[in-house]
Every structure is written in structure tokens, then in C-alpha cells.
């Protein structure tokens, strides 16, 4: 595999320690094997504009405040102009709510400049560019359920891989529900379509009305529905938990959760299946 770095960085020296990091990428005995690196700079948003609007880019190495952009606005310029091009921002340690600002905007992944090394750096870009092109998949197929308006499987699939490790790299916990519909009798899944499909689509908006400002929605199936809540101050995980259980039990709607703690990784199909497993055994009295 050749691989075309775009590093944009407009310190000489981290410039520099960047292009050594993917040079000892490329010559590891783990690595060689699989990719050979070009790296291309630039230390400011218009020479990155300039390279890109010439060159072909695989995935880019970017530190959002340039002399020329700051913040969110590199990121979305960057993505204006190359939209299919992963992006992995490199931040200085204190940075950790731009970064979380700039992974909800968009950005694969984020890596903190202190703690770079070739390992992390590598995974870092085989990821980032594995979960974009899925991105583009889902994109491609649609991203939404055409019922409830909300993600499809597909594409919850991806953003919750991208908030499952945002949550391990600030070291904070993940909340992960699975919801059903429990006021669905059999008969209705049978010959009652559209009464099914009211319910589904009333509980999908009511679902969005109490997920909160990080919360990822999602309808995963027929009567399933999938919702992740990052760990916040302005609301820690216990009470977003304790809110969303309680309303969705007025509202027929069995949840099961699963936690993603920061010292006990997890895989995104385990805390699936955990949440699944979690599901209230209990069924609800059907709606006249």
C-alpha cells in the first residue's frame, strides 16, 4: 500500500519529529510490509489548500490552529475541500475539548503531540482511514433510516466506533443503550403495519427529544434502537441514565445499558451485545 501523509503543522520542529515518526513507521519489521509513506507539509492553511487542490491525499496529520485558521474553522475547511479525506487532528495536551469538539465535527481520530510514537501513530492511520471509507459506504447507501429520520445501523455503527475510542482517549466513561419497543403486541407486527410503524416513529422522536446534546441516536432495527451518551461534567453518565430510564419506561420503551469504563476496554459489538443482553425481560401492557 502506498500511502500519500498530509502533515499540517506549522511548528518546524513538531514538522520535523512528525516526518521522522512515519519514516520509523515505514521501516519497522510490523510495518514495511504493509504501507509505504510519503509525507507531504505544509504549515498553513493555504498551503494546505494548495496541495490538495493538486495532489492525491490518503489521509491527513493536521494541527487545526494555523497562522491562518484557528480551531473548528481549519477542520471545516479542510473538510470543504477534500470531503473524503480522513483526517487525524494532533493537539497539544490541554487541548482535549477542541479535540472533542473537532472528533464531533467530524475528524477520525486525535493524538495528543507529547505522547506520539510510531505505534499509535500507525494504528491511528490504518483506523482512520478504515473508518472512513466505511463512512463513505454508509453515505453511499444512505445514512439514515428512511422511517424515523434517524441513523441506520450502518452509520451508527461508525460514529459510536468514533466516540467509543474519543471516550478511552479522555479517559472517560461511555454510555451505551439498547432500547425496544415493548407496546407492540404480535398481532401488530403482523397485520398492523401502520400502527407499527406510528409507534416506531414516535418513540424514535421522543428518543431524540431526551438524548441530550452528545447523545448518538440511532434505529438499528425493526423495533430496536441504539443510544450512546458520553460522559460529560455538565451531566456525568449516572444521571443521564437515571433520566433516560425513567422516561423511556412511561414512554413503553425497555432499555438496557452498557458502561464503557476507562480501564476495562471494550469492543463496540461486546457493549452491544451487553446492552442487548441488559434489556428489561419485562413486557409492557399494549397501547389501545
Known sequence: MHLRVLLVEPDPEDLLFLEELLLE???????HRWVHIEALAASSWMEAAAILTRESVDVVLLNPNLRDSLGVATLRRLQARAPRIPV???????DRDLATHLMREGAQDFLHKKQLDPGPLAHALRNAIERQRRLVAARAM???DPLTGLLNREAFLT??????????????????????????SEASLVGEEQRRDLAVVGAGDFLRGIAGSTG???????????????????????????????????????LGA???????????????????ANLAPIALAVRR
Open 258 to 276: 452498557a458502561i464503557l469504563e476507562p480501564d476495562s476496554p471494550a469492543s463496540l459489538e461486546a457493549l452491544l451485545e451487553q446492552a442487548a
Open 88 to 94: 487525524i487532528v494532533v493537539t497539544e495536551a490541554d
Open 216 to 254: 448518538l441516536l440511532a434505529r438499528i432495527s425493526e423495533l430496536r434502537f441504539a443510544l450512546a451518551i458520553l460522559d460529560t461534567l455538565a451531566e456525568p453518565i449516572e444521571i443521564a441514565r437515571a433520566r433516560i430510564e425513567t422516561a423511556a419506561i412511561s414512554q413503553g420503551i425497555a
Open 159 to 184: 460514529f459510536a466506533e468514533r466516540d467509543r475510542r474519543l471516550a478511552g482517549a479522555l479517559h472517560r466513561r461511555w454510555l451505551l443503550f439498547a432500547g425496544e419497543l415493548r407496546n407492540i
Open 25 to 31: 513507521i515505514e521501516e519497522h519489521p510490523q510495518w
Open 142 to 144: 444512505g445514512m439514515c
